[in-house]
């Protein structure tokens, strides 16, 4: 029977008492030490989540920091030594040029100060035994410490082929692959001097304008046969005609233009090919070797029968030519170009021990990222570990169990969440225990009186006449009172009340009301009364409505005395409604929304305000001694409360002790209907 009229409170105390081998699964197959295993291991799995997420996420962004910085800095090293190389080459090529035009390094000195302001670093120039020749800095109260490697040595007799790139000052060697007017297979180079470097081959200026008028026309020349030329000047000032579109020359002698007028040497020349010729065939003689006829292009043709190694030619050329111009050049230095920016370069220096460094600074990251992860982790999972106890204690039977709430975050709101949820739960429960005892108590009273009287009839000792059979009759119509209003009220409350809501003219309603309940109140001396409006309309099922309406007006009767009076009314109010719904005051051109108010008030004894909040609790009566010659199951109220709700209103109640109480039922009206 409680099922079957209390289906919700039956499940609500279903599960708080739900048996520990329906709850739980069975454990007994498992051995403790595994079952503590699993615990731990449940109880630290969201922990042990966080930390592998937080791990992996730090190695992934720890790695890509890592490649990014390496590539960045491979990148910026590349930039920075290109620059450097750039920057040395130039003062190099600058430094060279002086010596391969200068005899000494006397006067160097503001060219080496200009070198250091362009290129931001200190250039210094010594001697091979570490005399200064030239300072960028001057005389400053920081005196220049040599580094161990010097950036290079300026020798215009023996050049850097590593910082000149092959070509110094702009100019091209002999052996250059433009062609020229020199087409000997046998011109060799020297590409260990300097070109600028020309000393005694200098031409003078009325060589070279001659030179230079004859290869003007040779270049007129051969543009009219179609063959494109210009001409270049070598350091020595002597001129050539270069055509890059002829192949090895060939196409130069095959023109009609007299392109070896270029080859003679000029009178300022001769004497210095003269002594670099006797200065080759003296060393090809001391070495063995026949003897050589060398042309002012660097070509060479044999004066014997048997001609001399090229190899040994190219040698002794080579030794000739620095023999001749040492007299015309500088001599040998060191060069030191330093700058404190260029630290960075070895600290960044991608080599196995800075790779090492970067590695340990990336797994130092890893470890602290990790620690406070950990931390993070420990103090995250520690409320979550509360809340599962204190959800475990609740399980077993422990509804007053509570966790504390600290701070703002979500875990707070949870464990408020929780300990509402907790609050609620004891509630319900309080409520299912004392309406149980209500509806024991309630039934007890009149199952009591039927099997009393029953048992006297049947032991003899009453007759059962007719005033004992009205009497059953009653306690049994009081029984089923008690059973209708629990069924109403239960499919109230699982909202399994079908409502067939039509229009109610409420005037009509009330006056019926009034006749039925009347023979009751003049038996009692109570005065009916009625207030009602006859055009008010309520959308409602009229028999709910009769029903809310009855119940509403009986407990008025019942509790105002002799002389009193219960008062019916209807009135129409009127509200404006916003365009989202809600019901408030609200500017014209907002829609009015109608509700229907029925209003059941009393002049009895009234209630006091601290019950006021009880009076729609199932079994909630005035009568502490739940005395039954006032009839009533004390579930009226409650059930009106759900009829108001499933009809889509409210019932308030406003009682004044000594005074009266006014109960208030906001119904939707018609129009709301329409709407």
């Known amino acids: 029977m409680t099922r079957a009229f209390f289906p919700d409170h039956a499940g609500v105390a279903g ?41 992996l996420v730090s190695v992934c962004s720890i790695t890509a920091t890592a490649w990014v910085v390496l590539n960045t800095t491979a990148v910026v090293l590349g930039k920075e030594r290109g620059q450097a190389l750039a920057d040395d080459a130039r003062i190099y090529d600058t430094l060279m040029g002086w010596a391969a035009t200068h005899p000494d390094w006397n006067a160097v000195g503001p060219t080496v100060e200009q070198l250091g302001r362009k290129a931001g670093h200190r250039v210094v120039l010594t001697t091979e035994d570490g005399r200064m020749l030239a300072d960028s800095d001057g005389d400053t109260a920081h005196p220049f410490q040599p580094p161990r490697d010097a ?31 020199t087409g000997d297979t046998q011109a060799t180079t020297t590409a260990a001097i300097d070109p600028r470097a020309v000393g005694p081959f200098r031409l003078s200026v009325k060589d070279g304008r001659y030179l230079s008028d004859i290869a003007h026309r040779l270049t007129h020349c051969l543009q009219q046969e179609g063959i494109p030329s210009h001409v270049e000047v070598q ?45 080759v065939d003296s060393c090809l003689r001391g070495r063995g070797v026949g003897a050589v006829t ?94 599962t106890t204190a959800a475990i204690r609740m399980e077993g039977g422990e509804l007053s ?20 949820m907790s609050e609620r739960r004891e509630q319900l429960e309080t409520v299912r225990r004392a309406m149980t005892n209500d509806i024991a108590h309630e039934l007890r009273t009149p199952v009591s009186n039927l099997r009393g009287w029953l048992e006297a009839v049947e032991d003899g000792i009453a007759r059962p006449d007719a005033d004992l059979v009205a009497s059953l009759l009653g306690q049994a119509l009081q029984l089923q009172h008690i059973i209708d209003d629990l069924r109403d009220l239960a499919a109230a409350e699982a909202g399994e009340l079908r409502l067939s809501p039509v229009p109610v003219q409420a005037d009509d309603l009330l006056s019926t009301v009034v006749r039925a309940a009347k023979a009751t109140a003049d038996a009692q001396g109570v005065t009916l009364r009625l207030r009602a409006d006859p055009s008010t309309v309520v959308d409602a099922d009229p028999v709910r409505l009769r ?84 009839g009533g199951s004390g579930l009226g109220l409650a ?19 000594g005074e009266g109480t006014a109960v208030t039922l906001r119904l939707p009206s018609e129009a709301r209907r329409a709407k």
């Open 294 to 387: 060398l042309t002012i292009t660097g070509a060479w043709t044999q004066r014997t029968r048997t001609p001399p190694p090229a190899s040994s030619v190219a040698s002794c050329l080579a030794t000739s030519r620095a023999q001749q111009l040492a007299p015309y050049v500088a001599p040998a230095a060191v060069l030191f170009v330093a700058s404190h920016g260029r630290t960075a370069t070895t600290f960044f220096d991608l080599s196995a021990a800075n790779r090492l460094r970067i590695a340990g600074w990336a797994a130092a990251v890893l470890l602290i990222t990790v620690t406070v992860t950990s931390l993070a982790g420990f103090r995250l999972v520690k409320p979550l570990r509360v809340l």
């Open 15 to 55: 599960s708080g008492t739900v048996p520990l081998a329906e709850a739980a699964p069975d454990t007994g197959r498992q051995s403790p030490r595994r079952s503590r295993f699993t615990a731990r291991l449940r109880q630290r799995s969201l922990l042990i989540r966080l930390l592998a997420v937080s791990a």
């Open 235 to 279: 350091p020595s000032g002597r001129p050539r005609v270069v055509a890059p579109g002829a192949d090895n020359g060939g196409a130069l002698r095959a023109s009609l233009c007299p392109v070896d007028v270029l080859d003679a040497p000029v009178a300022s020349e001769r004497a210095a090919l003269s002594a670099l010729n006797g200065l």
């Open 151 to 181: 950036t290079a040595t300026v020798n215009p007799l023996a050049t850097d082929i590593g910082l000149s790139g092959g070509t110094t000052g702009g100019t091209q060697s002999a052996t250059s692959d433009t062609q020229s007017t």
């Open 547 to 630: 029903q809310m309406v009855d119940n509403l007006v009986s407990n008025a009767v019942r509790h105002t005395p002799a002389g009193g009076t219960v008062t019916l009314g209807a009135s129409l109010e009127r509200r404006e409604e916003s365009a989202a719904g809600d019901l408030r005051a609200a500017p014209d051109g907002r829609r009015r929304s109608d509700f229907v108010l029925l209003t059941v008030s009393d002049t009895g004894c009234g209630i006091p305000a601290e019950e006021l909040p009880h009076v729609f609790d199932r079994f909630w009566r005035s009568e502490k001694s739940r005395n039954r010659q006032s």
């Open 401 to 420: 169990t509570r966790v504390p709430v600290r701070g703002q975050d979500e875990i707070a709101r949870l464990s408020a969440a929780f300990n509402a």
């Open 639 to 657: 059930i009106v409360r759900r009829l108001a709700e499933a009809h889509g209103g409210t019932v308030t109640v406003l009682s004044t002790p």
